[in-house]
């Protein structure tokens, strides 16, 4: 826990209800520079305005949020906060093989939120959305209660060929980029969304169906695959959920499966793909590291099996509630 | 207060925790009916996806929430809440003379919430959605602290011509569809966003500026008219507002410009249309009553100058911090 990353602060001069809603809109503009559109197309009306074009192909939506307390504490500093809740958002959209475009974000801040943290917030956003060309134009802020700051983000992006979940078939082999577990350590805020590997699988026809590692592999590979068996061989385990078992007495593969908020893509792919042939297409393109993790071996009910008896306790992964 | 309109219960098994998280979703999916489209168009990947047609014009999108104990308390029934959502969004995208298309959901929730009170909540949502042709096609949701309810709401929508504000010129008259002032009796959640209306204007090229009175036209007027003096003749102040007068003391008149959450329509009209022919093309098509409240004077600064000696004081409309 670091006090300088704690989002509160007794000094009123320095708090979101001093500066007020006004003066706090115009700094939100500044603080996201080149990242919000003037005009129309940016902050200040009713709605953002976007200019359609004549493109054919698929919007995408996805809206996610992050809260103190719950998605990150004073361990986090705001920079990251801010990239967390960007990141995460894009994460979506790579999952799909998008290019993420536009985004609106939703404060809920109490009067004593400190307006340096926000600002280290906002840059941390910011940061995050120059990287992968998003702007953000607009968005909403509102006063809660004592302790609570959340911000909501929606993100809208566009696909030629989006990606779904569950259109594996039997026979397909199940891959994953970078490394699984961990998260809690850095990663769930210090993560790089794979946005460039997901409109290169995308635009692959043997790829069949894609999602992002976010609530653990316990609960996204089920979602990956729908009602098949799947045998898998291996999994790329950090060296984080190592860590983390150590300490928790937990298996470094639980914390691979359990953790979530990996951030990493998971596909499958067509078996009449040569595997060997694609990881070496894949290293022409990307150094992440991309993992077989196994094959799709029935039709029915989703069900794991592991070639090593040992990793047999497969996890739910996160729910919320 | 109403106890049954407590979005909180103490009985475990009506709590959302118990439901717990994919039971939630799949009860959110069948609450919202048909407003939530099949497969990959709603509920259920990482993103919503969205078929683009050929379509030229503008995409809008907007964003805003509901907490408890902040835009609602124990007074409002949960459709209540629910409709206030959608239809504050929905007035969004009516300012700019759009056509509100799709949204997506994201909720902050106590262990606690009541799924009965959660239920009620989304069949209001949708039931708003129903009437102006909203889908709801996806969100999030996430564990929040106790007592927390809060939702945020991303709509997308789309207008050939959308109407900005800010854009008024001197001679242009201003009006103002219904009545102002007392939302907090009731109609800050029973108000019907002026959609039809807001396209109807959008239409007439005459029409220069528009903009919904949500934070009181005390804030709203400035931002439609921007730096020009304007002129008031006259206020279509609400039976709400009177009540609230007697209550509190002030005028009838401060509580029609400071309330807020009016969610009418303010608009400027060309100089070169005559009112009362503008009036009866409007009655020939819309029930809903419309004031010309004045005339836009001169350019400089915002200013206001009342007809009415009495009514000189001009308030700010409602700051959030």
């Not at 996805?62 to 705001?78: A, E, Q, S």
């Not at 609106?104 to 959305?129: I, N, T």
């Not at 070639?307 to 509630?321: I, L």
Request: proline share 4%; net charge negative.
């Amino acid at each position: 826990m670091n006090p300088q990353h704690h989002p509160f602060t007794s000094v009123a001069e320095r708090q979101v209800e001093t500066v007020g809603e006004s003066e706090l809109i115009s700094r939100f503009r500044s603080w996201l520079g080149d990242t919000c559109p003037d005009g129309a197309y940016g902050i200040g009306d009713d709605c953002a305005i976007q200019l359609l074009s004549r493109a054919e192909g698929y919007g995408l939506t996805t809206m996610d949020g992050v809260g103190y307390g719950i998605h990150f504490d004073d361990g986090v500093p705001p920079e990251g906060v801010g990239r967390k809740l960007m990141g995460r958002n894009i994460s979506d959209i790579a999952a799909m093989g998008g290019q993420p475009e536009r985004a609106v974000v939703s404060l809920w801040l109490a009067p004593d939120v400190s307006v340096a943290w926000l600002e280290s917030f906002y840059r941390g956003m910011a940061g995050m959305a120059r990287e992968f060309g998003v702007e953000i134009v607009g968005g909403d802020v509102a006063r809660a209660g004592r302790g609570v700051f959340i911000a909501d983000l929606c993100l809208q992006g566009f696909a030629e060929r989006p990606l779904q979940r569950a259109k594996s078939c039997v026979g397909d082999s199940i891959w994953v980029t970078g490394e699984l577990g961990g998260s809690l350590l850095a990663k769930h805020y210090q993560f790089t969304p794979r946005v460039w590997e997901g409109q290169w699988l995308a635009a692959q026809p043997d790829v069949h169906a894609m999602i992002d590692v976010s609530d653990g592999l316990g609960k996204d590979l089920p979602a990956l695959v729908g009602a098949h068996t799947v045998r898998i061989r291996t999994l790329p385990v950090s060296d984080a959920a190592g860590i983390c078992a150590a300490k928790s007495g937990r298996s470094s593969v639980h914390h691979a499966l359990n953790d979530g908020e990996d951030f990493e893509l998971a596909f499958t792919l067509s078996a009449s793909v040569e595997k060997e042939r694609f990881l070496q297409m894949w290293r022409d393109r990307f150094q992440t590291r991309l993992t077989c993790m196994g094959e799709v071996t029935s039709r029915g009910v989703f069900a794991v099996e592991f070639e090593d008896e040992e990793d047999q306790t497969w996890g739910k992964g996160y729910e919320h509630f």
